[in-house]
């Protein structure tokens, strides 16, 4: 009966062991931006143009269902602004400078790097944009 248990526990180890493995590389995917046209804060803040900072996580699902709207905004109004996306998982510092309690959580910057608003959770296109227009950055 002892060897039967001594069995069972190596299974139950290496299965554990398994799951462990299977974890970390899920967790370590994808470690480039979460869109295109993403520009890093730091720097999209210091090239003079106004700056939209959408502060979430690749896991988090109201920010997955933000990046179509922010990727669309990118390609349509790139010219004239930043975008840039932080994901607050892998850049903890970024979320505690700037205050980040919930995500998503979006901050619009001036062309001087100044905070002008923020809104926090999902905001569909179209009121997104109209916030865009009544701040005078598009």
Not at 87 to 95: C, E, F, H, I, R
Not at 100 to 105: D, E, V
Not at 108 to 122: K, P
Request: proline fraction near 4%; charged fraction near 20%; charge should be negative.
């Amino acid at each position: 009966m002892s060897r039967m248990k001594t069995d069972i526990c190596r299974v139950a180890v290496v299965l554990i062991l398994a799951a462990l493995l299977l974890l970390t590389a899920a967790c370590s995917m994808g470690g480039g931006s979460a869109w295109e046209g993403s520009t890093p804060l730091d720097e999209a803040l210091t090239n003079g143009k106004p700056t939209v900072g959408e502060f979430g996580a690749e896991t988090c699902i109201p920010c997955k269902r933000m990046k179509p709207i922010m990727e669309e905004i990118a390609a349509e109004y790139g010219d004239v602004l930043n975008m840039s996306f932080v994901d607050v998982s892998k850049t903890s510092g970024m979320a505690t400078r700037y205050a980040i309690s919930l995500i998503p959580t979006q901050i619009f910057f001036d062309s001087s790097g100044q905070e002008i608003t923020r809104h926090i959770g999902f905001w569909p296109k179209d009121e997104l944009v109209a916030k865009l227009q009544e701040t005078g950055i598009i």
